[in-house]
């Protein structure tokens, strides 16, 4: 199996069977965002403890690019500092938006994101993938202060 086809399979899987979809009721911060060029929407709920992520969920619809990221973030955040969580949203969006190589280093922090490395072909799509991921960092800069 090819890399590429394993990263299709990746994005596949997570826009099939989304990891953290849904609400979060007892949600520290509930975030809305849509991207109208295309009418993907999401909303993200997150639960902090501390200075850590708790949970993350979101609910939503949109493209497969844009569910899967969801979930992928979801599921690779859960756990980190938010200082972390501030790094590796940086990281993918440059990422995303080919203005680094993608080396082992950049992979080891990304994980399974990697999968969306591909997106950069495709510039049209990258609001598509950096959707959540900027509708968190929102919800980030609003808690900054508290």
């Keep these: 199996m090819s890399l590429d086809n ?8 997570h826009y099939q069977n989304p990891r953290n979809f849904g609400e979060l009721k007892d949600a520290d911060f509930v975030v809305e965002d849509d991207n109208p060029s295309c009418g993907d929407e999401i909303t993200i709920y997150g639960k902090l403890s501390g200075d850590r992520l708790e949970k993350l969920q ?14 992928l973030m979801s599921d690779i955040l859960v756990g980190k500092k938010i200082s972390e969580i501030r790094q590796i949203i940086g990281l993918f ?8 190589e993608v080396d082992s280093e950049v992979e ?19 609001k598509c993938a950096t959707l959540a991921w900027k509708t968190l960092e929102k919800a980030l800069e609003s808690k900054k202060s508290g």
């Design 6 to 13: 394993l990263y299709q399979e990746i994005i596949v899987d």
């Design 58 to 71: 979101f609910t939503g619809n949109g493209c497969a690019i844009s569910m899967a990221s969801a979930s």
């Design 93 to 100: 969006s440059e990422m995303i938006k080919g203005e680094i």
């Design 108 to 126: 080891e922090k990304l994980g399974e994101l990697i999968a969306l490395k591909g997106v950069v072909k495709f510039p049209i799509r990258v």
